[in-house]
Protein backbone atom coordinates (compact mmCIF):
# COMPACT_ATOMS: atom_id res chain seq x y z
CA UNK A 1 0.00 0.00 0.00
CA UNK A 2 1.04 3.84 -0.75
CA UNK A 3 0.55 6.85 0.40
CA UNK A 4 2.46 9.58 -0.67
CA UNK A 5 1.59 13.24 -0.98
CA UNK A 6 4.13 15.88 -2.82
CA UNK A 7 2.83 19.39 -2.86
CA UNK A 8 4.12 23.07 -3.43
CA UNK A 9 2.08 26.19 -2.98
CA UNK A 10 1.43 29.33 -1.07
CA UNK A 11 -0.57 29.66 2.44
CA UNK A 12 -4.15 31.07 2.45
CA UNK A 13 -3.46 32.25 6.39
CA UNK A 14 -0.95 32.45 8.73
CA UNK A 15 -0.59 28.74 10.39
CA UNK A 16 -2.14 28.20 13.88
CA UNK A 17 -0.10 26.70 16.02
CA UNK A 18 -1.64 25.13 19.50
CA UNK A 19 -0.39 22.25 22.24
CA UNK A 20 -2.10 19.02 22.89
CA UNK A 21 -2.62 18.28 27.04
CA UNK A 22 0.31 16.39 26.92
CA UNK A 23 1.74 19.80 25.85
CA UNK A 24 2.64 18.35 22.27
CA UNK A 25 2.83 21.03 19.43
CA UNK A 26 0.64 20.96 16.44
CA UNK A 27 -0.21 23.61 13.63
CA UNK A 28 -2.94 23.52 10.93
CA UNK A 29 -2.33 25.28 7.76
CA UNK A 30 -3.92 25.56 4.22
CA UNK A 31 -1.97 25.67 0.80
CA UNK A 32 -3.55 26.77 -2.48
CA UNK A 33 -1.68 24.77 -5.42
CA UNK A 34 -2.71 25.74 -8.52
CA UNK A 35 -4.00 23.02 -10.75
CA UNK A 36 -2.18 22.04 -13.68
CA UNK A 37 -4.57 23.90 -16.48
CA UNK A 38 -6.56 26.55 -17.39
CA UNK A 39 -10.65 26.73 -16.74
CA UNK A 40 -13.31 27.99 -19.82
CA UNK A 41 -11.61 31.32 -19.03
CA UNK A 42 -8.15 30.94 -19.41
CA UNK A 43 -7.81 31.28 -15.70
CA UNK A 44 -5.46 28.54 -13.37
CA UNK A 45 -7.97 27.59 -10.48
CA UNK A 46 -6.30 26.09 -7.39
CA UNK A 47 -7.14 23.72 -4.86
CA UNK A 48 -7.08 24.60 -1.24
CA UNK A 49 -5.70 21.68 0.51
CA UNK A 50 -6.03 21.40 4.92
CA UNK A 51 -2.14 20.06 6.32
CA UNK A 52 -1.28 19.20 9.91
CA UNK A 53 2.38 19.04 11.14
CA UNK A 54 3.28 17.95 14.96
CA UNK A 55 6.21 18.67 17.29
CA UNK A 56 9.09 20.55 16.42
CA UNK A 57 7.91 21.17 13.28
CA UNK A 58 4.77 22.26 13.89
CA UNK A 59 6.89 25.35 15.69
CA UNK A 60 8.98 26.14 13.07
CA UNK A 61 6.49 26.38 10.28
CA UNK A 62 4.43 28.78 13.12
CA UNK A 63 7.31 30.67 13.86
CA UNK A 64 9.09 31.08 9.83
CA UNK A 65 6.02 30.86 7.49
CA UNK A 66 3.20 33.33 7.37
CA UNK A 67 -0.16 34.03 4.85
CA UNK A 68 1.20 33.73 1.02
CA UNK A 69 4.60 31.87 2.02
CA UNK A 70 5.34 29.39 -0.48
CA UNK A 71 5.64 26.39 0.93
CA UNK A 72 6.78 22.44 -0.52
CA UNK A 73 4.82 19.51 1.80
CA UNK A 74 5.49 16.40 1.70
CA UNK A 75 3.30 13.36 4.12
CA UNK A 76 0.02 11.29 3.50
CA UNK A 77 -3.43 11.70 3.15
CA UNK A 78 -5.28 11.12 6.27
CA UNK A 79 -9.20 11.13 6.77
CA UNK A 80 -11.42 10.79 9.88
CA UNK A 81 -14.89 11.82 11.31
CA UNK A 82 -16.52 13.08 14.33
CA UNK A 83 -20.36 13.73 15.65
CA UNK A 84 -20.71 17.41 15.89
CA UNK A 85 -22.95 19.56 18.09
CA UNK A 86 -25.99 18.43 15.99
CA UNK A 87 -25.43 15.37 15.89
CA UNK A 88 -24.25 15.30 12.74
CA UNK A 89 -21.27 13.18 11.01
CA UNK A 90 -18.64 15.17 9.61
CA UNK A 91 -15.70 13.62 7.72
CA UNK A 92 -12.25 15.44 7.52
CA UNK A 93 -9.57 15.09 4.52
CA UNK A 94 -6.14 16.58 5.31
CA UNK A 95 -2.68 16.00 4.82
CA UNK A 96 -0.30 14.93 7.57
CA UNK A 97 3.15 16.85 6.90
CA UNK A 98 5.88 14.43 7.47
CA UNK A 99 8.52 17.42 6.38
CA UNK A 100 7.43 21.01 5.23
CA UNK A 101 10.44 23.05 2.90
CA UNK A 102 10.35 26.72 2.92
CA UNK A 103 10.98 27.44 -0.79
CA UNK A 104 11.97 30.76 -0.84
CA UNK A 105 13.62 33.05 1.35
CA UNK A 106 12.61 34.98 4.47
CA UNK A 107 10.12 37.73 3.89
CA UNK A 108 9.99 37.83 -0.07
CA UNK A 109 6.67 35.71 0.32
CA UNK A 110 4.54 38.72 -1.15
CA UNK A 111 6.68 39.82 -3.97
CA UNK A 112 4.54 37.63 -6.16
CA UNK A 113 1.23 39.86 -5.31
CA UNK A 114 -1.26 40.04 -7.70
CA UNK A 115 -0.39 37.05 -9.83
CA UNK A 116 -2.61 34.55 -7.54
CA UNK A 117 -1.38 31.84 -5.62
CA UNK A 118 1.91 30.12 -7.28
CA UNK A 119 1.17 32.28 -10.00
CA UNK A 120 4.55 33.49 -11.86
CA UNK A 121 7.71 32.45 -10.99
CA UNK A 122 8.34 31.45 -7.22
CA UNK A 123 10.83 33.37 -5.43
CA UNK A 124 11.71 36.24 -6.83
CA UNK A 125 11.15 38.55 -9.32
CA UNK A 126 14.17 40.34 -11.44
CA UNK A 127 13.81 43.78 -9.34
CA UNK A 128 13.49 41.96 -5.90
CA UNK A 129 17.09 39.63 -6.75
CA UNK A 130 18.68 42.59 -8.04
CA UNK A 131 17.48 44.98 -5.08
CA UNK A 132 18.93 42.27 -2.50
CA UNK A 133 22.23 42.08 -4.77
CA UNK A 134 22.33 46.20 -4.61
CA UNK A 135 21.99 46.15 -0.43
CA UNK A 136 24.09 43.33 0.16
CA UNK A 137 27.35 44.65 -1.70
CA UNK A 138 27.21 48.08 -0.07
CA UNK A 139 28.68 46.67 2.75
CA UNK A 140 31.41 45.33 1.31
CA UNK A 141 34.85 46.57 -0.09
CA UNK A 142 35.15 46.80 -3.36
CA UNK A 143 38.57 45.73 -6.02
CA UNK A 144 38.77 42.16 -4.03
CA UNK A 145 39.19 38.92 -5.45
CA UNK A 146 35.73 38.03 -3.51
CA UNK A 147 33.39 40.23 -5.90
CA UNK A 148 30.69 38.81 -6.89
CA UNK A 149 30.48 38.47 -10.80
CA UNK A 150 27.08 37.55 -11.26
CA UNK A 151 26.16 40.37 -9.32
CA UNK A 152 24.12 43.18 -11.29
CA UNK A 153 23.47 47.14 -10.86
CA UNK A 154 19.98 46.53 -9.84
CA UNK A 155 18.49 46.06 -13.28
CA UNK A 156 16.52 42.67 -13.89
CA UNK A 157 18.56 39.81 -15.17
CA UNK A 158 17.69 39.07 -18.70
CA UNK A 159 17.57 35.68 -19.25
CA UNK A 160 14.73 32.92 -21.08
CA UNK A 161 12.79 30.43 -19.11
CA UNK A 162 14.47 28.01 -21.92
CA UNK A 163 17.59 28.48 -20.01
CA UNK A 164 16.95 27.65 -16.59
CA UNK A 165 17.93 23.66 -15.95
CA UNK A 166 14.30 23.68 -13.88
Do not use: H
Amino acid sequence: MLNRVVLVGRLTRDPELRYTPNGVAVANFTLAVNRAFSNQQGERDADFINCVIWRKQAENVANYLKKGSLAGVDGRIQTRSYDNNEGKRVFITEVVAESVQFLEPRGSSNSNQGQGFGGGSPGFSGNDFGQQNQNQNQNRPSGGFNDDPFANDGKPIDISDDDLPF
